[in-house]
């Protein structure tokens, strides 16, 4: 059973997989947020961006080894296709990572789905604006304390638009504005329903 969880900045991602990952027995794999190049990438995101989506890239590429060569259930914090069809196509669309740049990093993405085994079940964490950014400010990362809320709104488009149009598996929609899951663990019973009837 493999399990992925999309979502925006904030969203909760990494809670839910907490909490999945406990409930069902699935391994966990986060998504590494300790990637060098990103507190300068929130100071000057032309100068940076593709740095920072070609280290994700390489990480998730990683991941996504790891992920075919391993036997049991186990639960992904973001997905290799975030990367490409989110936040590098908008950095790219905002003018901030060049044309160059983007066709040289799509090229590799494109390489590297032949890696990639598609979860059985995507979960997108879907949220609006105002619910991420008190999500952000609570977790307190410094880095995180300067993007702004178009920024994250241009990301909640490019989300609407992969899930709705581009994205070809199953996917379970978590409207965190009306379900909170740490509020309210109930939420999740019907998740839990779906995620019983997956492939062991």
Known sequence: ?????AGNIGSGKTTL????????????????TNNPYIGDFY???????????????????????DILNRDGSLIQDRTIY????????????MGLMSTRDYE???????????????????????????????????????????????????????????IDHIYEGEVYVLDIDKEDFILDPSVLDPLLARIEQLPR
């Not at 975030?82 to 669309?93: G, K, P, R, V």
């Open 1 to 5: 059973m493999y399990i992925a969880i």
């Open 17 to 32: 997989t907490e909490i999945l990952s406990a409930r069902t027995g699935a391994s966990a794999y986060y998504e590494d």
């Open 43 to 65: 100071e000057d995101m032309s100068r940076w961006s593709f740095n920072l989506q070609i280290y994700f890239l390489g990480k998730r590429i990683r991941q996504a080894a």
């Open 82 to 93: 975030e990367d490409a069809y989110i936040f590098a196509d908008n950095l790219h669309e």
């Open 104 to 162: 040289t990093y799509m090229k590799i993405f494109d390489l590297s789905t032949g890696l990639v085994r598609r979860p059985d079940l995507l979960i997108y964490l879907k949220a609006s604006v105002p619910t991420l950014v008190s999500q952000i400010q609570k977790r307190g990362r410094v880095y995180e304390m300067s993007i702004q809320s178009d920024y994250l709104e241009r990301l909640n488009s490019k989300y609407a638009n992969w």
